[in-house]
């Protein structure tokens, strides 16, 4: 022989394109150029160009554009598979690169060729390149490629229509009667395709989407995608219209019987997600997944279970049946299908087999990812509130999975867990510190060893021998870095303030840390031994114990908008900041959420192109200081004074109304300003003069001021108007209900061409009503130490009230609404309730307009029948008036 064949080693790479240069790459484009094309070699450069897009390298706008237009020189070629790749690049480079829509002509040519593969391709590469003003131009093309006998001709355009709803929503959907005519096409694929499209053009009319799921529904759909897609708009239908027709569900049950894996599984999992929901329909849904649990198939064990795992959390006993199967699951040989059903198992099973579970679980830990790692955790969190006596087994395992390589979310996750343990069961304290001890001395995430010295600073000196944790935080100051150092000066400092006979210790510790390179450490260690040397304890307190009564990114904003305003005659105060966290993702965390949570996503995020309403409550802080610019330069609002506070967002229309409105009421010492945000979803409809009429319950109690109207509102941008009225705070605050109407003048808008019909009509548009409530005029307050304050406060002048929380049927949910009623600031963290609590007391601090402090205590307990809630109301003032305005909140005076 020639050659000797050599053996490779299996490390040994043969993978062509592993060390492409982009540079020789983009030199190679000049085969595109050449006369007559070669195929082969022109279809190895695209390749390596899709590989190095797959790969993350990013090409400049110069680049794209002339690789996109040296590709276009292709167009002349025969060859279906090169013409193919060219199809794919031009698609992917599209929206990099300028002026793409040069090639229009071409790609509207190959639109009326006789091969199929060519049509559909061209449609997909309009579609990245077509904007509203090109569109109309084409509109014929897209027509006619929807009604297309090719399937394949047919769902490129469909699909591509789907996307064309981001960028022209009105033109494509003048498209819905072929889109309905494709839906009675035999392609299984088409019909899926066809339903979803015309779906999205009918979803902000409830009644229209109705009709036609009912449509359907009766015709008989052949193709199993769209029967999926289908049952997905039955639901829909049943959760937003509360509808008592039983056709939706009627035929959600059928498809369960449905001998296509698929569509029963949808079904099923459908059911499972009902609020309302039969035994008799829970049941056969459950049945549907047992059977599912013992398919030779993965994907369907794996869907079944994770479905069941789900339902483990809102209904446990209708997973019961279920048991036998998932014990058979626990030595499936993919991780996934065990993990969950161990954690399912967990969720429904008892006591005795807690133990065990754990165990079989630990032995395979090591094969699963951190997402399911994740499914884990939160399944022992939920069990230690179920079977509170094993806790040393589930701290036990938690450490383990906290030790294990991990990335940064899921140890969060794995400590936070921790911490509900200890919070929920007290006698894990011990435990669960002595691990967490160990654990921050290889702890490789700055962060999580803060949050673990911060419990240990606030746990360690209560246990039972806390001089054993001050050689773990000592460590931390000997060998770690500025922030892990000066959290461990704190905690240390902690030791010293709630456990006397360390005090001394801790005073020397402190002077140790006095000459630490760090400016944090030196300075806390320097206030901390002021304090110990001048015996301050209410002082170390404050400093040591009490957390910030606000969202830290709040209290930024805040602070920033005070120096900005520049007038500092009066103090910062903290009560002026929201307490309402604002979404924060992490850098490092991102959202926090597992992969497999299954939250619905909002209808204003549909791909339609409809406007979402602005919920502008999400765009800018809810305390005032967000608004004050805003109304200061309003002219008719400059002589009000000083805004004293901005209700949160109430919301005056459902979201997928053709009008949206959101009231925000910001209150002065003798006006009260309503701030109504507008947004037009009509695309056919301009408002112009929008205005909103209010009619108050009681017309002695305010007087109109004066209305701001919105001049024109036109589709999509959202606006305000506002309505100034005034009251007289001598005679108390102005405690009523007020309708309100949504008057307008409508013209009619073409949307082909945006022209109005002239002069249009007036129009009114009814809106809920409104309330002003005590919580309007009572502003949050933070005080360092409730219980002597309440001590100190006299009780003459107290007011004892007591009601019942009709329907309140836990604790919990009694706490949250006595907080939301009053607006009033929590406080010695009473607002965290232990599980399973039959009793609570709830502390609150607030102020009135006129800064008057007020303290309210509320002692509640459920009543026999376990269904509502009994409260003892008590309110302490300087001012008897203001406690009876207080309890005018919950009861009638």
């Known amino acids: 022989m020639g050659r000797i064949l050599q053996k490779k080693d299996d490390d040994e790479s043969d993978f062509l394109f592993e060390n492409l240069d982009k540079g020789q790459v983009i030199q190679e484009k000049r085969a595109f150029n050449e006369s007559p094309v070669h195929p082969r070699k022109c279809s190895l450069v695209i390749s390596q160009f899709l590989y190095l897009l797959s790969r993350g390298d990013s090409f400049t706008k110069t680049e794209a554009t002339d690789i996109f237009f040296a590709a276009t020189k292709l167009f002349q070629s025969k060859d279906i598979p090169l013409r193919r790749l060219m199809y794919l690049l031009l698609k992917e480079l599209s929206t990099i690169s300028q002026d793409a829509i040069i090639v229009i002509s071409s790609l509207t040519k190959d639109m009326s060729h006789k091969i199929e593969l060519y049509r559909a391709n061209a449609i997909r590469i309009l579609c990245k390149i077509t904007d509203s003003s090109i569109l109309p131009q084409i509109e014929r093309y897209f027509k006619q490629s929807i009604v297309e006998k090719d399937p394949h001709v047919s769902s490129a355009a469909l699909v591509s229509s789907i996307h064309l709803l981001k960028v022209c929503p009105e033109i494509v959907k003048r498209w819905a009667n072929e889109v309905q005519e494709a839906i009675s096409n035999k392609s299984n694929m088409v019909q899926y395709h066809a339903l979803a499209l015309l779906h999205r053009i009918k979803q902000h009319d409830r009644l229209a989407v109705s009709k036609l799921v009912s449509n359907l529904i009766k015709n008989s759909l052949r193709s199993p995608y769209a029967q999926s897609y289908l049952i997905r708009c039955c639901v829909e239908v049943i959760e937003e219209t509360n509808t008592e027709d039983r056709i939706f569900r009627e035929y959600i049950e059928s498809c369960l019987r449905s001998k296509n894996e698929m569509l029963a599984y949808e079904a099923a999992r459908s059911i499972c997600t009902f609020k309302n929901v039969s035994n008799k329909e829970i049941n056969s849904a459950v049945g549907v997944l047992q059977n599912f649990l013992n398919s030779t198939k993965p994907t369907l064990r794996f869907a079944a279970v994770r479905t069941l795992n789900k339902l483990a959390q809102t209904n446990p006993t209708a997973v019961i049946p279920c048991n036998l199967d998932m014990e058979n699951l626990i030595t499936d040989t993919n991780r996934s299908i065990a993990t969950l059903a161990i954690t ?86 011990e435990i669960a510190l002595t691990e967490l001890c160990d654990y921050i001395e290889d702890c490789d995430f700055p962060d999580l060893s803060v949050q673990i010295l911060h419990l240990i600073g606030q746990e360690g000196p209560l246990t039972s021998s806390p001089a054993q944790y001050m050689r773990y935080i000592y460590n931390r100051v000997l060998l770690d870095g500025g922030i892990i150092r000066a959290a461990a000066v704190t905690s240390i400092a902690k030791f010293g303030l709630l456990y006397e006979p360390m005090k001394e210790k801790v005073v020397i510790l402190l002077q140790r840390c006095l000459l630490d390179e760090d400016d944090e450490v030196r300075d806390r260690a320097t206030l901390y031994l002021k304090l110990f040397k001048e015996n301050d304890t209410r002082y170390l307190n404050k400093v040591l114990m009490d957390d910030v009564p606000v969202p830290l990114n709040n209290l930024q904003k805040s602070l920033e908008a005070y120096l900005h305003q520049g007038d500092f005659s009066e103090p910062f105060d903290i009560a002026s ?317």
Not at 390 to 398: D, Q, V
Not at 763 to 787: C, T
């Open 344 to 429: 399912t198992l967990l969720k429904v099973g008892n006591e005795s087999n807690v133990e065990r579970l754990i165990k079989q679980i630990a032995n395979f830990l090591g094969d699963i990812n951190d997402e399911f790692k994740i499914v884990v955790v939160d399944a022992i969190t939920s069990l230690s509130q179920k079977f509170p006596k094993k806790y040393k087994h589930l701290i036990i395992f938690l450490n383990k999975i906290l030790r294990d390589e991990g990335t940064l979310q899921l140890k969060q996750a794995t400590l936070d867990a921790i911490l509900t343990v200890v919070n929920n069961i007290p006698e894990s304290k």
């Open 577 to 893: 900041v929201s307490t309402v966290a604002e979404t924060y993702q992490s850098p490092l965390l991102g959202d926090g959420k597992s992969p497999f949570s299954t939250g619905a996503s909002k209808k204003g995020d549909s791909v339609t192109g409809t406007p979402k309403a602005s919920n502008t409550a999400t765009e800018e802080s809810s305390g005032p200081e967000s608004f004050v610019s805003k109304l200061s330069q309003i002219p008719q609002f400059s002589t009000f004074g000083k805004l004293l506070k901005s209700s949160e967002y109430i919301e005056l229309t459902e979201t997928e109304t053709e009008y949206v409105v959101n009231c925000v009421k910001h209150i002065y010492r003798e006006h009260i300003v309503f701030q109504f945000n507008c947004t037009n979803t009509l695309n056919e409809q301009q408002l112009s003069n929008v205005s909103v009429k209010m009619v108050p319950s009681d017309v002695k109690l305010l007087k109109y001021e004066c209305s701001i109207p919105i001049d024109v509102l036109p589709y999509g941008e959202p606006q305000q108007c506002y309505v100034a009225i005034r009251y007289n705070p001598v005679n108390g605050y102005p405690l009523c209900s007020l309708s309100n109407n949504l008057k307008f003048k409508v013209k009619e808008v073409d949307p082909s061409t945006g022209e109005l019909d002239e002069p249009g009509y007036d129009d009114q548009y009814s809106l809920e009503r409104m309330e002003i409530v005590p919580k309007d005029f009572l502003n949050r307050a933070f005080v360092g130490n409730f219980s002597e304050d309440w001590k100190k406060m006299s009780e003459d002048t107290q007011l004892v009230q007591t009601f019942s929380l009709v329907g309140v049927k836990s604790i919990d949910e009694a706490v949250k609404q006595i907080i939301k009623t009053l607006g009033m600031a929590p406080a010695e963290k009473s607002e965290v309730v232990a599980p399973k609590s039959v009793k609570h007391i709830l502390y609150l601090t607030g102020k009135s307009l006129n800064n008057q402090l007020i303290y309210v205590r509320a002692r509640m307990k459920l009543d026999q029948s376990q269904t509502n809630t009994d409260v003892e109301l008590t309110v302490k003032s300087d001012d008897e008036s203001l406690n009876d305005f207080v309890i005018s909140a919950f009861v009638e005076k």
